[in-house]
């Protein structure tokens, strides 16, 4: 088809494209990533993975350092094998894209322009725009279905929409490998399905590497190849949905009890919580 | 050219127009308002006699006028405009703080805290002297705002829009205080920075242009540098970074731009207020976010502004003048609040 930048090379290889040895991250004096001996973790080529856990866990952080936006304690990201810090930042840019947890845009900026500035790492200051970069933002709006709001300004769009306009934008910087925090949050259900069938689309068809923070199991467990279930700043445990969304995990990790059954819809773990009204109710029975 | 046409539909991107019309209708009120500034005074003077004044061949008088008072007085007033427009719509952009203006850096009160100690300790007293310490006074106090607000900023990235805002009303506040008690004790210092600090274009031959316009030129260069960034960091400091831009560098480079083009109108004409202020909230209403266009429509802006206050001021107590600081913060403020009352600010 093209030689665009927003296609990847498409392998399934076991090749592992980010990876984290003896991670120790934190805040101040507060350790809250990688508390005992650092946090090891691969994440291999054309894989989906979701990284789960209760509220504080450190998955935001953990994210945040794979991405080379918080600077670690102790050990260090790889990107292909290179320690991500030492790479020069637009050169990082041009391999993986992040997109945080509630991204801000100037009022008045309309869509095409905000998804434009997704090429920035592939601009010099001698060299600001070339058509090549017309050709991929066009590109991005219209794998998002955004390309009718190109002359609209972010904020007259509704929440789905922009996270679709991010998204565009993340797409138009041409990264193999994509970060997600949290990208169905304040999202109603039909459009965090929306968003995330997207990514499931960038993975299939693109062969995008994601990494996200999820706080929705059930939707992780479909759209995952692989959970990544964290407490306080570890890995819990980490595999196929199957593997790690069990009512075992819910009580260690979540402190939850719930009762996993098969989702009719997808064939993977659904997780029904059980709350206190649940349990007095089924206590005299049992 | 091919390509866009040849993809399938719905792959066409209308970029945003570019303002380059607005750039241009800008460029055209400078002028006029340059114009106005060199014809109107305590001598009303036709086009033709300004026209003749420009290539000295009119009567020796309205060349005197025009070649000694008025044209170094309007350049003044466009250079310290200009320069003010720009550091104003780059503050803004920095801490993206529509309230945010170039003496948020602690400028003004660096330069008018020097300025008292150079006369009052070390008995400086011309204007060329005075206009050094004063931007000396702008640059340590940028210089100090900046180090504080990176303390309390984030580890990697220096400050963030908000320790620069604590950080420049502090050092403000503290210097403001110390120069209030220097003066006090000095009537000779008192009058001068009494002076000063109304902020005024006369009294100044075309040396003072001559004397900042090598850094105003040199902060419009590092401006124009930083607009690029600019458009980044203004989707946050995470997507900035998440771009692989340097935050930090950027910061660095916007404040140097800042120092360099508010300092040296500050030190030059007083305080000037509300053009930093009001001039990138107009041209941002023409030109929309992108920087590349504000900063320079910004620009033109202010320069307009200060030339048309510049003339309001030998206009209204004939045969005296008012200052121009007074009479933009007198225009400035209610134009303002009539701006902040019709249109909701541009979040930034």
Request: a neutral charge; aromatic letters at 4%; one cysteine or more.
């Amino acid at each position: 088809m093209s030689t665009d930048l927003t296609t990847p090379a498409v392998g399934r290889t076991t090749r592992t494209r980010l990876r984290t040895e003896g991670l120790q991250v934190g805040y101040d004096d507060r350790l809250v990533v990688g508390a005992d001996g650092g946090l090891d973790l691969d994440v291999v080529e054309g894989t989906v993975t979701a990284v789960i856990g209760p509220n504080g866990c450190g998955k935001s952080t953990l994210l945040r350092a794979m991405a080379r936006l918080l600077a670690p304690r102790h050990g260090h990201v790889l990107l292909d094998g290179e320690r991500i810090d030492r790479m020069p930042s637009k050169q990082v840019a041009t391999v993986l894209g992040v997109l945080p947890q509630d991204p801000v845009a100037p009022e008045g900026l309309v869509v095409a322009d905000l998804v434009a500035r997704g090429r920035h790492p592939h601009q010099r200051w001698f060299r600001q725009w070339s058509p090549d970069d017309e050709v991929v933002v066009a590109e991005a709006l219209a794998w998002t279905g955004t390309s009718e709001f190109a002359d609209r300004p972010l904020e007259t769009l509704s929440g789905g929409q922009r996270q679709r306009v991010w998204i565009s934008m993340a797409l138009a910087q041409g990264t193999d490998v994509l970060l997600l925090d949290e990208p169905t949050t304040f999202l109603d259900l039909a459009h965090q399905v929306d968003v995330l069938d997207l990514v499931e689309r960038l993975h299939r068809e693109r062969g995008r590497t994601v990494v996200m923070v999820l706080h929705d199991l059930n939707l992780a467990a479909r759209y995952a190849d692989r959970l990544v279930a964290m407490r306080d700043g570890r890995i819990a445990c980490s595999g196929a949905p199957a593997d790690v969304l069990t009512e075992e995990t819910m009580r260690e990790v979540f402190g939850l009890e719930a009762k996993v059954v098969t989702d009719p819809v997808s064939g993977t773990p659904l997780v029904l919580p059980i709350g206190r009204r649940h349990r007095e109710r089924d206590d005299p029975d049992s | 050219m091919t390509t866009l046409a040849d993809r399938s539909a719905g792959t066409r991107v209308p970029r945003t127009r570019r303002p380059t019309l607005v750039v241009g209708i800008a460029l055209v009120a400078l002028v006029v308002a340059a114009v106005l500034s060199i014809m109107v005074g305590a001598a009303l003077l036709s086009p033709a006699q300004v026209w003749a004044g420009l290539t000295g061949t009119g009567v020796d008088q309205s060349v005197a006028i025009v070649q000694d008072l008025r044209v170094p007085r309007t350049l003044l007033g466009a250079l310290v405009g200009i320069a003010l427009g720009v550091a104003g719509a780059l503050m803004q952009g920095h801490t993206r703080n529509p309230l945010a203006d170039p003496g948020l850096l602690g400028v003004s009160a660096g330069a008018g805290f020097l300025l008292v100690v150079a006369i009052q300790f070390l008995g400086i007293t011309g204007l060329y002297g005075t206009v050094w310490f004063g931007f000396a006074g702008a640059a340590l106090a940028s210089v100090l705002v900046f180090a504080l607000a990176s303390l309390g900023g984030s580890r990697a990235g220096g400050p963030t829009p908000v320790t620069l805002a604590l950080a420049g009303v502090a050092v403000s506040e503290l210097l403001i205080a110390v120069t209030s008690a220097l003066v006090l004790r000095d009537t000779a210092s008192l009058d001068a920075y009494r002076f000063w600090s109304a902020g005024a274009l006369d009294d100044k031959d075309s040396a003072a242009s001559l004397q900042i316009a090598p850094f105003i030129l040199a902060g419009l260069v590092l401006a124009a540098a930083n607009a690029p960034g600019l458009n980044v960091l203004a989707l946050g400091e995470d997507t900035a970074r998440g771009l692989g831009h340097h935050v930090g560098r950027a910061r660095a480079l916007g404040i140097a731009a800042i120092t360099l083009l508010a300092g040296s109108a500050v030190a030059v004409a007083g305080p000037i207020s509300f053009v930093g202020l009001v001039a990138p909230h107009i041209a941002r209403f023409f030109t929309g976010p992108d920087h590349r266009w504000l900063l320079p429509v910004a620009g033109l802006g202010g320069a307009t502004l200060v030339l048309v206050a510049d003339v309001v001021g030998r206009l209204v107590v004939r045969p005296g003048e008012l200052q121009v600081g007074i009479v933009l913060a007198v225009v400035g403020a209610p134009f303002f609040i009539a701006l902040v009352r019709r249109r909701k600010l541009a979040r930034l």
